[in-house]
């Protein structure tokens, strides 16, 4: 799979015992499925209680169209900005995938 970000070939890796896809020219990291959950989960025992609805309250966050195609279907990804984090994260509407870019 090619990076979202950079178009570079994607790696493996593990991250807290969780195999994750990474860019080795961006360190942008591709989470599919319950990767970053269990990566969370696996950092930190005590991060559980973090397993909240981030989507509840719509006022807390934006989304918007993204720059960034899905490297494994080609699907548009969908920028999310949740309150005022400073941290975006791009997803995709029909799968819970996400792209987390380094910076």
Not at 9 to 24: A, G, Q
Not at 33 to 49: C, Q
Not at 80 to 99: H, K, M, N, R, T
């Amino acid at each position: 799979m090619l990076c979202p970000n950079c178009k570079k070939i994607l790696s493996t890796s593990l991250l807290h015992n969780t195999e994750v896809d990474y860019c080795p020219a961006c360190l942008g990291l591709w989470f599919e499925e319950d990767e970053l959950r269990l990566a969370k989960d696996n950092k930190d025992e005590g991060l559980k209680w973090l397993d909240i609805g981030l989507w509840e309250d719509e006022k807390k966050f934006k989304i918007s169209r993204g720059i960034r195609v899905c490297p494994a279907c080609r699907v548009p990804l969908y920028g999310v900005y949740y309150s005022d984090s400073g941290i975006s994260v791009d997803v995709l509407q029909s799968l819970p995938w996400c792209f987390v870019k380094k910076g």
